[in-house]
């Protein structure tokens, strides 16, 4: 029941994303080639596709669950990606409420800020290897990157620029 | 729960999110701010930054999070509903669309070309943003040896997500008790 396998892989996912979906990339993009759903490539790709959408970037499950199973399988991921993590963060946030001030939130909080570092570079150096076949590529990386860093130029407008290097670069 | 002269209807909410989610290209972190707390004054600064920085280290979509646990503050759980498919609805059927389109026309040659930049550029806009989060942490040893150690136990070592947060998270609060005053 292919519906079935899309709802605990990103229901797992949904529960594995600490400090937010993207550093549960590598280990979305290793689940879905192991099933055969998709080659690294074309997640990338499709990961490209999600990040030119308006939205937040758990995107990406509701284009894995499109390719997978269509838009029952769109649905049945995004949800399966929202509700387990939705869900305990309503019921924590009382919680979070009442410990405003408590030390321990400030130690959990701490020692949480540099694993999610570490997790989200690792997600982009997975997504580089994915993407980066070759110099220009790679280039095209680098350029994003250092203004994504550096200026206020609204990411779509990076997006389309590497897109139509890709374009003209190899058409 | 805030008082009932204070508690936002699920209208309100719903037409909140829903353009947060809309203007959302690349991060919808800046534009929900901007409408919870500088056109609609739903919360203080401080009190964004509070319920967000819980909605970040909670697993899952952080936003998503933040829509869920705002909607709930003022109207249960139909608010939290109500926040959260007000975010997602225009995102969901946008990349719809975008997903038919590439599962259509993906393999002709200057799609895929285009798709190939597109992708690297993706892929530099997440590195950019994953050096700007991790920025802090990198000043520091304690903080730095941290990232690293979380870096090689999953990229390098690749070892499973779940494994890495259970080996990290010790060694880290062990760390933390010591820095945080």
Redesign the interface.
């Known amino acids: 029941m292919i519906l079935l396998a899309l709802v605990l892989l990103f229901a797992e996912m ?14 979305m993009a290793r689940a879905v080639v192991a099933r055969h759903w998709l080659t690294a ?1 074309q997640f ?16 990406i499950a ?2 894995i669950g ?2 997978v199973a269509g ?1 029952s399988g ?1 649905l049945a991921a ?1 949800a399966a ?2 509700a ?7 019921l ?2 009382g919680l ?1 409420e009442r410990f ?1 001030a408590a ?1 321990w939130r ?23 290897r ?4 070759d110099w220009r ?2 280039a ?10 550096k200026s206020r130029v ?3 407008l ?2 389309a ?7 003209l ?3 | 729960m805030p008082v009932e002269s204070q508690r936002l209807t699920h209208a309100e909410m719903f037409r909140g999110f829903f353009i947060a ?8 972190l800046p534009f929900a701010r901007r409408i919870v707390v500088e056109r609609r004054k739903w919360l203080t600064e401080a009190e964004f930054a ?2 967000f ?13 933040f829509a ?2 705002f909607g ?2 003022h109207r249960g ?1 139909s608010g ?1 509903l109500t926040a ?1 498919v007000g ?2 609805a ?3 059927v ?3 669309i ?3 389109l ?2 259509r026309f ?1 393999t002709l ?2 799609v895929h ?22 920025g ?3 000043r520091h040893p304690a ?2 040896g ?6 090689v ?3 390098v070592l690749r070892l ?3 494994l ?2 259970a080996i ?2 010790p060694v ?2 062990g ?3 010591f ?2 005053k």
């Open positions: 949904s529960l594995l994303a600490i400090g937010g979906v993207a550093s549960t990339l590598p280990a490539p990338a790709a499709l990961f490209g596709v999600a990040q030119s959408s308006p939205g937040p970037n758990m995107l509701t284009l499109l390719h838009i769109a995004s990606m929202i387990p993590s939705s869900t305990l963060t309503v924590v946030s979070w405003r030390h400030r130690v959990v909080q701490a020692a949480i800020t540099p694993i999610t570092g570490g997790l989200l570079l690792a997600a982009a150096s997975f997504l580089i994915a993407a980066d076949h590529a790679a095209i990386t680098l350029v994003v990157a250092l203004f994504t860093l609204h990411p779509l990076l997006l620029g590497g897109a139509l290097i890709g374009v670069g190899y058409a | 989610g809309l203007s959302g290209f690349g991060g919808v509070d319920l920085s819980l909605c970040q280290f909670l697993p899952g979509p952080n936003i998503v999070n869920a646990a709930a503050r759980i939290a959260t975010l997602l225009a995102p969901i946008i990349v719809l975008l997903g038919t590439y599962e993906g040659p200057v070309h285009g798709l190939g930049g597109l992708a690297a550029a993706a892929s530099g806009l997440i590195l950019g943003t994953a050096l700007k989060i991790a802090p942490s990198l903080t730095l941290i990232v690293v150690f979380a870096f136990l999953f990229a499973p997500l779940p890495v947060i990290a998270l880290s609060l760390l933390a008790v820095r945080v």
